[in-house]
């Protein structure tokens, strides 16, 4: 690794094949194939026939489309404000959805309704009420998301109306609540379905997820769940600002995880902060992460100074606090700078004695000078950890979900280059 370039090392540990470069260190094909082993397939399902046999194990129904239908995409209305990537998401979840409301029909226990949980401005609703018929619920915490969501709405239903476009017509306008989620939610899901329901979260953050999994498994009438986690390294209500009761800080403090371990086959492990911070990263993009215009200079300005804090500080909880974000400027901001900014909440305390400590021809360097190829190699190393970290949080997920008796698989839904949270928990009651 010493002498190896670290664009070499992205790109073995993105390869396919073990093979694809010889002069790899022995000890790195040793680690990449270890980590493989422990985490799930992230390569996006091809087309909805192996969608259909990934998530439900089946291979024998074949009425498939050859290609995903570019639903959000087809119609300038409805594709509005729609960034690529949610196209792509959206894209692949209405597939899903459809399968499950065929799964279910051969079941005997159709859906009736579909349930969308953090459901941002509403895109993925809206498309939902359209191309899926179903009466869809969709329930957000943050009142602007709820009140941006409503108004396109309309604008779609207005449009619609004047182009008498049958595919962009939405018939029945998602029900939308500002509220936020807790576990009693599966009561109103319970009201509002007849019979089935579908609940979806699309990127639910940290301990939400476990929140929309409580639901599912409390609920009498959720059926089905589609789930995607994402920043997994939050918790304690990190919402809690929708919150009108947050939960007291100590209290949270002194709470055990509310993100992992979910499940007994994992009770008993622990993945701290920064591990689960580590799950949000993804080798897929890492190349990009770390080319020269994408690059976060403060990431190296944080690593520098934590050498200093090491040696001011007396306690443990001292190292590894939590700082400020920073945007770094390139020959404009100081360390000095960097300093001040970052630590002007969590870190105050030890302020002055770092300023003190640290030379002053170190005080006025520009971040941009601190970029260390050591400091790279060590993080492209850490980063390839993430997703086999990713794969224990989903798995502890899956698991709680199998205990309940209820069947649960994980799906690579999106493109990981194209959305790195990729891989689905979708799991039924029949
Ligand atoms: C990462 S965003 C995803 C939004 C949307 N599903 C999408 O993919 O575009 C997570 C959303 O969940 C909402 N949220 C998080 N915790 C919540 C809670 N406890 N109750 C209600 N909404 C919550 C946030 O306001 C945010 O809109």
Not at 170 to 176: G, N, S
Request: contains cysteine; glycine residues 4%; neutral net charge.
């Amino acid at each position: 690794m010493r002498t190896y370039y670290l664009e070499g090392v992205i790109s073995f540990l993105n390869s396919e094949s073990q093979n694809a470069a010889s002069d790899v260190p022995e000890s790195l094909r040793k680690l990449k194939s270890l980590l493989e082993s422990l985490q799930y397939n992230r390569k996006c399902v091809d087309n909805p026939e192996e969608l259909w046999n990934t998530w439900n194990g089946t291979s024998d129904l074949k009425i498939f489309e050859n290609e995903f239908v570019r639903v959000s995409s087809s119609n300038a209305f409805i594709r509005k404000r729609i960034k690529p990537k949610k196209q792509h998401e959206i894209d692949h979840i209405v597939e899903l959805i459809s399968q499950i409301q065929k799964y279910m029909e051969m079941k005997e226990d159709p859906i009736d309704s579909l349930v969308d949980i953090g459901a941002g401005v509403g895109h993925l609703s809206r498309i939902i009420s359209l191309r899926n018929k179903l009466p869809v619920m969709a329930v957000e915490g943050n009142q602007e998301f709820t009140l941006a969501a409503n108004s396109l709405d309309e604008k779609l239903v207005h449009t619609s109306a004047k182009q008498q476009k049958n595919d962009s017509r939405l018939e029945k306008l998602p029900v939308r609540y500002t509220t936020f989620v807790t576990d009693q939610l599966a009561t109103k899901i319970d009201d509002f379905s007849t019979k089935s329901s579908i609940l979806v979260g699309l990127h639910c953050c940290g301990d939400f997820s476990s929140t929309v999994l409580n639901i599912f498994l409390s609920s009498r009438k959720a059926k089905a769940l589609v789930l995607l986690g994402c920043c997994y390294h939050k918790e304690f209500q990190c919402f809690h600002f929708l919150n009108p009761t947050p939960v007291n800080k100590e209290v949270s403090e002194n709470l055990k995880s509310s993100v992992f371990p979910l499940s007994r086959k994992w009770s008993g492990f622990e993945l701290s902060y920064l591990h689960r911070e580590l799950a949000c990263h993804s080798n897929e993009n890492m190349s990009r992460r770390f080319s020269e215009d994408k690059i976060d200079m403060s990431r190296y300005a944080r690593a520098y100074l934590e050498k200093w804090i090491w040696i001011v500080s007396e306690s443990p909880d001292d190292r590894n606090i939590g700082m400020c974000s920073v945007k770094c400027v390139e020959e404009e901001t100081t360390f000095e700078e960097y300093i001040r900014k970052a630590m002007s909440k969590r870190g105050k305390h030890l302020l002055d004695r770092v300023l003190e400590i640290i030379p002053k021809t170190e005080l006025s360097r520009y971040v941009s000078t601190l970029r260390s190829s050591q400091f790279d190699k060590f993080d492209v190393l850490r980063q390839s950890f993430g997703p086999a970290i990713e794969s224990v949080i989903i798995d502890d997920r899956l698991e709680l979900l199998r205990e309940n008796g209820i069947t649960a698989k994980c799906v690579p839904l999106f493109d990981p280059t194209i959305s790195s949270r990729n891989l689905a928990i979708v799991a039924y009651k029949v």
